[in-house]
């Protein structure tokens, strides 16, 4: 075929000027990035050979090679793994297809220190235009393995590339850089230099599991007799999970969770298991320092790579962590797994679930050990991952103890420290039995609630929940060290029940005051509610709509019907403030016999104003409106 030009999208010809013409503080990422993606071709070879074995790939000896010309002033990044097809290079180089391109680039331009620039190389698939920043020209020859002609790619960066088919490529994928002058002064080194190249290995890719080779003084071996002195391996191949803690600095697990974990800050946690017995593993787990933008989104890439016997088995194995620990990057490298068994066949493996429970034990455990030794870890941790851990309280009954003494929440007790649930019990009145708590949008917004009045009141302490999942796991949650969870918008409370002010004789007294008033409000409001009661939470607001305590409550069954799951709309319950003046005033009213229009216009007024008081909306908000502006004309 012959040579073929096409144009860069507009979105890569941005990247590839900003690539070009911007100065970094560090160039030498671009190596890293390149010896990744060498790295990464290696592991699919490597995994597509054990999955098929009749594919036609030479796996006896994959490495990557580093070759350079000083006087043409070259290098070349070479490596025998899976290599690209015609069509995979016109779609993985020619272009970017991904979405987060548009982000990067906003985030290039914005980026306010040249850390944060370097940081960012490497991110949204973009790694392989790193190698502009050093080089005038770069080209790419490889052959997909199992494939018998290889492709060519040539571009200078100038908003063009060509493509083309040749013939005699060896197996893999080599990237020739054609080296800008040394500049010191702008950062740009001398990249034919052994002793740099040797730097940025050592640096960037000691733990890349593949050899790294480079003629000893640099040179290009290629095509050199027998009598050609060895390459020599720049890097130690030696995984950093399996060598001891003493062996090992914390920057270099830094540099092992940004590249596995595509991130360019250090790890809030680095996490070290090894269990030996019937069945030997070693994992090195990371708790990032902050949450990724698109950790809610169903496209969000979770899990662990998965090695056995430091053989790469899976990159992103999601059956070795719980959903609600998707956060956490890491390496499990197990070595009894059997090399050949399947994504569906590995997910059943009882071995699997076997790490799967302790590693979700030892990641909680740790998060615990944070909370009492360091607070301020603790409370970014929580900042930036409570929201997610909380869906375990739903979805892993066997883990739920150990997540709620992690958890901590917001609560009338401070106006901005949070509160674990063992702190809430301590601080429990005598004679208090149950953990009070109410769900709503904002902490504002629960304590303006006609719900709290008389826990206010009597300084009993409530746990103001806001996220969205906290619907759902206090409903599934019973109770914490024997106490029970009780929301106060929910189920019948009575706490002037151990009141020595109030008697039965008193409360009897107001049942009996207001029978006929509930009944007839009953009756009138029988579409939307299910009962009328006089209420003991209310101190202010003359009345509040409650839910049955084992009825769901309107915010969880909004959050069913989003998802597609239909549930029957509960009717709740309207409670009365008998000490209120409106509510006062309601009840001589009806005694005195005015059951008529204009009474039941209020009974629908003040149920409407209910709903409203805790965030809902009138079932007709437009008929709320005209009796409320109705009633206000003839109070003027």
Same mark, same amino acid.
């Given at each position: 075929?012959?040579? *073929? ?42 995994? =597509? ?14 490495? &990557? ?61 973009? =790694? ?21 002609? =290889? ?47 040797? *730097? ?68 809030? *946690?680095? &996490? ?57 990057? =890491? ?98 009145? %005598? ?64 706490? %002037? ?140």
């Amino acid at each position: 075929m012959p040579t *073929e030009t096409f144009e860069f999208q507009v979105e890569a010809r941005q990247l590839l000027q900003l690539m070009i013409h911007s100065v970094y503080s560090n160039k030498d990422v671009f190596l890293r990035e390149l010896v990744s993606n060498a790295s990464d071709a290696l592991d699919k070879l490597r995994l =597509g050979k054990l999955r098929e074995d009749s594919l036609d790939a030479d796996v006896s000896d994959l490495h &990557i090679r580093i070759d350079v010309d000083k006087d043409a002033r070259t290098l070349t990044v070479r490596d025998n793994g899976i290599g690209m097809s015609y069509d995979e290079v016109g779609q993985l180089i020619g272009t970017i297809a991904n979405s987060g391109t548009a982000k990067f680039l906003q985030e290039l331009r914005e980026a306010k220190d040249a850390a944060g620039a370097e940081g960012l190389i490497g991110q949204f698939g973009v =790694g392989f235009y790193s190698g502009f920043m050093v080089a005038d020209e770069v080209t790419l020859v490889t052959r997909r393995a199992g494939e018998s002609r =290889g492709t060519r790619w040539s571009s200078r960066g100038e908003g063009t590339y060509t493509l083309e088919t040749v013939d005699d490529v060896p197996q893999g994928t080599s990237v020739t850089l054609h080296l800008k002058p040394a500049d010191p002064e702008n950062q740009l080194h001398d990249y034919t230099s052994p002793w740099k190249i040797r *730097e940025i290995i050592k640096r960037y890719s000691d733990f890349v599991t593949w050899p790294i080779r480079m003629a000893p003084d640099g040179s290009d071996t290629a095509g050199e007799s027998d009598e050609a002195p060895e390459p020599e391996t720049l890097n130690s191949m030696k995984a950093l999970w399996a060598r001891s803690r003493e062996e090992v600095t914390d920057e270099e697990y830094h540099e092992l969770y940004k590249h596995i974990g595509h991130d360019w800050r250090d790890p809030l *946690e680095t &996490i070290r298991l090894q269990a030996e017995g019937t069945f030997e593993y070693q994992a090195l787990l990371f708790i990032p320092a902050h949450a990724p933008h698109d950790l809610f989104t169903r496209d969000f890439t979770r899990g662990v790579q998965l090695y056995a016997k430091r053989v790469f088995i899976m990159d992103d194995c999601e059956a070795l962590l719980p959903p609600y620990l998707r956060f956490v990057k =890491g390496v499990v490298d197990a070595a009894d797994l059997s090399l050949n068994v399947s994504r569906e066949i590995l997910q059943q493996d009882r071995h699997i679930e076997m790490m799967r429970r302790r590693l979700t034990k030892k990641v909680l455990s740790t998060v615990k050990d944070m909370m009492t030794k360091d607070k301020d870890r603790y409370a970014t941790f929580w900042r930036e991952f409570g929201t997610v851990l909380k869906e375990g309280l739903v979805t892993d009954s066997e883990s739920r103890e150990a997540i709620l003494a992690v958890a901590s929440f917001a609560s009338t007790h401070h106006d901005t420290e949070p509160t674990t649930l063992k702190q809430y019990v301590e601080r429990m009145k %005598d004679d208090q039995d149950d953990i009070y708590y109410l769900t709503g949008e904002s902490r504002q917004s629960i304590e303006n609630s006609p719900h709290m009045e008389a826990f206010r009141d009597r300084g009993i302490e409530v746990l103001l929940l806001t996220d969205p999942v906290d619907e759902v796991w206090a409903d599934a949650v019973d109770e914490f060290e024997g106490k029970k969870l009780r929301s106060v918008a929910k189920g019948q409370i009575d706490l %002037d029940a151990k009141d020595d002010d109030a008697s039965d004789e008193e409360r009897q007294g107001q049942s009996e005051e207001y029978a006929g008033l509930l009944g007839w409000m009953g009756e009138q409001l029988d579409e939307d509610i299910k009962e009328v009661r006089l209420s003991s939470r209310l101190t202010v607001s003359p009345a509040c709509v409650v839910s049955d305590a084992q009825d769901l409550t309107p915010a969880l069954e909004n959050m069913y019907r989003a998802m597609g799951q239909e549930v029957p709309r509960a009717k709740r319950i309207l409670e009365l403030n008998p000490d209120h003046r409106l509510v006062k005033g309601l009840n001589q009213a009806y005694k005195e016999g005015g059951e008529g229009t204009g009474l039941a216009e209020t009974a629908e007024l003040l149920y409407g104003l209910a709903v409203l008081a805790e965030g809902g909306q009138p079932k007709e908000p437009a008929r709320f409106v005209k009796l409320m502006a109705d009633r206000l004309e003839r109070a003027i």
